[in-house]
């Protein structure tokens, strides 16, 4: 008798109708009546729409050319590419698609799946692969792997060139492909498999690096791909004469429009020396980072409040080293001030201390050198006075604040109290953020997160048991309120800075015509904050160093070509921003020379 299939409703369809004109198969006399039509479900109904609106235009062949091209499921694998076959589907004459299995082809019995063409649904298929799969493990006697194994091919070359890719992007060592739990693997999946050994993989990476760098210095004139290992100290001349090597390997050396490095002196004098070494454009086309003039500002803005060590502990202390030695206590104290309260997770090797991840200390330096520059500068120009009483609040604010996170961080035990308190004050249990110097901003998310916590917090510290200790409890590092008033006012300015970096850190975004217009909002807004004499002395006095930082830097965009250049170019600010900002008319005349030049 003619097999039959399921259909999506679960009935028998006989293959009479499948096959469409096969008469061998019929019986005589007329063919069967169709079975009465029935109505579609409603969710039927919705796919017959969807079908006759995307493909209701074509012909059977290329609604069905169209349908496989949208079929990702690796179910479809299993198959062959299906048949048009008529049938009746619900008492109605139907387009439907035929699936026959690879697996059965060669049997003396056909299996097929039809369904029909406004159907996308893939159950049924995985349904039969399922049984396949059983029915072949039952006579092999091993699972079944037809999925993997319709779509796979072994070819010793590809699989020498992917175990190589695999060891050089993943950091693996070479003689990995020794492991003779990874050997298993691979045979299970391909029994002559033949895998290189160490020495062959070695020697292949290097061959295919090879080979890609001289194929990608060809297409990617524009990149500068060379890792190069620095083996003296790093000058600016030095680095200068590394780059220029490796622009001049890849002949790209006059083809180089702007460097963008970070505001590093090295950097300065790299800029230079390249172009004596026949390199890249000089500074006016140098690009400074962004993100770390950001950074920059943020640290002279947090200068109010953080302490100075004492240089020389043997002079007279003023009343200012004087808070600035209590600062220094409050910081020295470590967690083994807190035993009893950091116990609980002193083995957890998840609980690396961020703060000692290791920063560049050349670039340190010149941070620091910066920021004492302009906290002069802005001393010797500022005729308003802070008092005592001022400063210390303004100092011991984010003191405190730094402290306590961290030894909540750190503490299980702190951190479950101090969920319980956030439930008593109907807040939201959360972390407390700790202050990292090598995570830009971090201060920013802080204080924020701090003054969410602010009630919790404050109950959290009243508690008796971190009362115990005295000047070494807890409860030392519980900030006052006029504290959390410098907080709270502090708060708004650097939620600004935290923006600008996450704005200009999106990747695959050109986002060079966005600085000076960022700064633009970061002047304004830290003018108002200087203007607002409602505002503590501190943040006001924070806002002054800020942008004297802020100007410095606006300044030295004037040096380089390309942040007008960029401007120009971007249909949203054309030579129409600067009109807005009322630019000099020979200014903007002198960015459009400059356009027009490069």
């Excluded at 800020?546 to 600010?573: F, Q, W």
């Amino acid at each position: 008798s003619a097999a039959s299939a399921s259909s999506p409703d679960g009935s028998i369809v006989p293959s009479a109708h499948q096959s469409g004109n096969d008469s061998s198969d019929l019986s005589d006399g007329p063919p069967p009546a169709p079975p009465p039509a029935s109505q579609p479900t409603k969710e039927e109904a919705i796919h017959i729409q969807r079908f006759r609106k995307w493909y209701g235009a074509m012909t059977e062949e290329q609604a069905l050319d169209a349908q496989m091209k949208k079929w990702t499921s690796a179910a479809y694998k299993h198959f062959h590419e299906p048949e048009i076959v008529h049938t009746f589907h619900k008492g109605e004459e139907v387009v439907q698609y035929k699936f026959m299995c690879k697996v059965d082809d060669s049997s003396s019995t056909i299996q097929s799946v039809m369904r029909v063409c406004w159907d996308d649904s893939t159950s049924n298929l995985r349904r039969h692969i399922r049984i396949c799969d059983e029915k072949c493990g039952a006579k092999t006697g091993q699972s079944n792997i037809t999925d993997f194994a319709q779509g796979s091919t072994y070819s010793k070359a590809e699989f020498r060139f992917v175990i190589s890719l695999w060891i050089a992007r993943r950091h693996r060592p070479h003689v990995i492909v020794q492991d003779p739990e990874l050997l298993h693997l691979f045979r299970m999946l391909y029994a002559k498999v033949e895998v290189p050994s160490p020495s062959t993989v070695s020697r292949d990476v290097r061959e295919i690096f090879a080979i890609s760098r001289i194929h990608i210095a060809t297409l990617l004139k524009s990149y500068i791909l060379d890792f190069v290992k620095l083996t003296s100290s790093h000058t600016g001349s030095y680095l200068a004469k590394r780059l220029a090597e490796c622009l001049r390997e890849y002949g790209i050396e006059k083809k180089i429009l702007g460097i963008t490095a970070d505001n590093a002196s090295n950097n300065d004098t790299l800029i230079s020396e390249l172009e004596s070494l026949g390199g890249a454009n000089s500074s006016h086309t140098r690009v400074r980072c962004f993100a770390h003039i950001i950074n920059l500002v943020v640290k002279a803005l947090l200068t109010p409040f953080t302490s100075k060590r004492r240089t020389d502990p043997t002079s007279f202390m003023t009343d200012s080293e004087a808070i600035d030695a209590e600062l220094a206590e409050l910081e020295d104290e470590d967690a083994a001030a807190d035993q009893d309260l950091l116990a609980a997770d002193q083995d957890d090797p998840n609980n690396e201390d961020e703060d000692e991840f290791e920063t560049e200390e050349g670039r340190e330096e010149d941070d620091t050198r910066i920021v004492n520059q302009v906290v002069a500068a802005v001393a010797a120009e500022d005729v308003e006075d802070i008092d005592l009483d001022a400063s210390r609040v303004a100092r011991f604010a984010i003191t405190k604040l730094s402290q306590l996170a961290k030894r909540v961080f750190h503490s299980p035990a702190i951190c479950a109290d101090l969920k319980i308190q956030c439930e008593s004050c109907k807040i939201q249990p959360k972390q407390m953020i700790r202050s990292v110097a090598t995570r830009w901003n971090s201060t920013s998310e802080s204080i924020t997160r701090a003054l969410e916590l602010q009630l919790a917090l404050n109950k959290l510290l009243s508690l008796s048991k971190y009362e115990r200790g005295g000047n070494k409890s807890l409860k030392r590092f519980k900030n006052t309120d006029a504290e959390w008033t410098v907080l709270e006012e502090l708060k708004p300015l650097l939620k600004y800075f935290l923006l600008a970096t996450k704005r200009i850190s999106e990747s695959d975004t050109p986002l060079l015509h966005n600085v000076i217009p960022i700064i633009d909002v970061l002047t304004e807004r830290l003018q108002a904050t200087i203007n607002n004499i409602t505002l503590t002395p501190s943040v006001r006095l924070a806002a002054k160093r800020g942008l004297k930082v802020l100007n410095k830097y606006y300044s030295v965009t004037d040096e380089s070509v390309m942040y007008r250049i960029a401007m120009l170019l971007h249909p949203c600010y054309k030579t129409e921003y600067f009109k807005r900002q009322l630019w000099e008319t020979a200014w903007i005349d002198t960015a459009l020379d400059i356009l027009r030049e490069q």
